[in-house]
């Protein structure tokens, strides 16, 4: 059995824009495989296993999601540079001059540059100026338009930061895609844990896709489930830095969080407030576990969860994480030990769950 890091840094090195997930979702079916647990692949990309439980007792969608943001190509100049859409929230500001790779397939993938332009004939109007991911040009080496094409690359190729991890100090790892590869390694343990727990409920473990391209699979997943309960695994905004200081409360190696509160308020006007006896669960599981559980309440965040909590009659949801400092930069941040800890949370608050498990939205006594 491999190790939550292990997975984290195995999977962080897979390509997996949003709506191009396959190399990952291959390799969560073969872990999956390994641990003897059935899955099944809808028709969207979502990888599915069920651990059957307990009939009596709600049922609960874990999910987390597997794709990344990056970049679509528009338009190949005929000197052969790539012009690109961007794909999910990509912070512009962190984008010059970094390493991505064009995804044209397993093997014959193009590494690629986004260019800046040289410092030395950079006016002072421009020195402070962002560019805008529109008008950003990646420079694979090619000298014709003919050149991309036959390497593969074409309008539509996906294209991510260069997948990459890094160690720092003992226990954190550094990279591309810790958002929400972590979650997917994270996930993968519980289902582990959980497969040989006898008393549990149904449990639907559910891999998403196009969580970045505003957050499709697990919805398509949930109406497909109908869980009494989901529980969201995603990062939580570490403000341990000195410019997120005076934004939370949420520190790396910390341990796992709960959200509290979600609001995006860019235009997708959802949230997250999440239902009372889970998130009494999760408190009693980490009291029992003498485990610390941060507390997030964030504007600005928005999950996949914002949506399942709406199929059918409504769904009793909480967003659950780890603290990641440099979210949807080209090499974000996590301490491995609080993955750990949130692996052992999920795994003793869902095997808490019973028949007698009240739904309700008042509190439990």
């Given amino acids: 059995m491999t190790s939550i890091r292990d997975d984290l840094e195995a999977l962080m090195l897979l390509p997996g824009l949003s709506g191009h997930e396959e190399r990952v979702a291959s390799a969560i079916r073969t872990r999956l495989d390994a641990m003897g647990l059935a899955h099944r692949t809808d028709r969207?990309?979502?990888?599915?296993?069920?651990?059957?439980?307990d009939p009596q007792a709600p049922t609960?969608?874990?999910?987390?999601?597997?794709?990344?943001?990056?970049?679509?190509?528009?338009?190949?100049?005929?000197?052969?540079f790539i012009q690109v859409e961007r794909m999910g929230g990509v912070p512009e500001r962190a984008l010059a001059g970094q390493a991505v790779l064009l995804c044209v397939g397993e093997g014959r993938d193009v590494p690629a540059i986004i260019t800046n332009k040289a410092h030395h004939a950079t006016t002072p109007d421009e020195?402070?100026?962002?560019?805008?991911?529109?008008?950003?040009?990646?420079?694979?080496?090619?000298a014709s338009k003919a050149d991309a094409e036959a390497a593969g690359v074409r309008i539509g190729t996906p294209i991510v930061y260069r997948p990459h991890v890094m160690t720092l100090g003992d226990h954190r790892v550094a990279g591309t895609s810790v958002d929400d590869r972590a979650g997917c390694a994270v996930q993968l343990a519980v289902a582990?844990?959980?497969?040989?727990?006898?008393?549990?409920?149904?449990?639907?473990?559910?891999?998403?896709?196009?969580?970045?391209?505003?957050?499709?699979?697990a919805v398509v997943a949930a109406q497909a489930?109908?869980?009494?309960?989901?529980i969201q695994i995603d990062l939580m905004l570490a403000s341990d830095t000195p410019d997120m200081v005076d934004r939370a409360d949420m520190h790396l190696g910390g341990g796992p969080g709960i959200s509290l509160y979600s609001f995006h308020g860019r235009g997708t006007l959802n949230g997250v407030i999440p239902h009372p006896a889970m998130v009494q669960l999760m408190e009693e599981s980490a009291d029992a576990l003498s485990m610390p559980l941060q507390r997030s309440a964030q504007v600005g965040v928005l999950t996949d969860l914002s949506y399942v909590q709406l199929v059918g009659e409504g769904v009793a949801s909480v967003d659950v994480g780890?603290?990641?400092?440099?979210?949807?930069?080209?090499?974000?941040?996590?301490?491995?030990?609080?993955?750990?800890?949130?692996?052992?949370?999920?795994?003793?608050?869902?095997?808490?769950?019973?028949?007698?498990?009240?739904?309700?939205?008042?509190a439990r006594p």
């Fill in 44 to 53: 969207l990309g979502n990888v599915i296993a069920t651990l059957d439980g």
């Fill in 60 to 80: 609960v969608m874990l999910f987390t999601h597997m794709d990344q943001l990056g970049f679509i190509t528009r338009r190949i100049t005929d000197d052969g």
């Fill in 127 to 142: 020195k402070y100026q962002v560019v805008r991911a529109p008008d950003l040009i990646i420079d694979a080496g090619f």
């Fill in 192 to 217: 582990a844990a959980l497969s040989g727990h006898s008393n549990r409920p149904t449990v639907h473990v559910v891999f998403s896709v196009q969580e970045e391209f505003n957050l499709r699979g």
């Fill in 225 to 230: 489930i109908k869980p009494d309960i989901a």
């Fill in 322 to 362: 780890f603290p990641m400092r440099y979210s949807h930069s080209a090499l974000e941040c996590c301490d491995v030990r609080d993955l750990e800890a949130l692996g052992k949370l999920l795994e003793h608050a869902i095997s808490q769950i019973g028949p007698d498990f009240q739904l309700t939205r008042e």
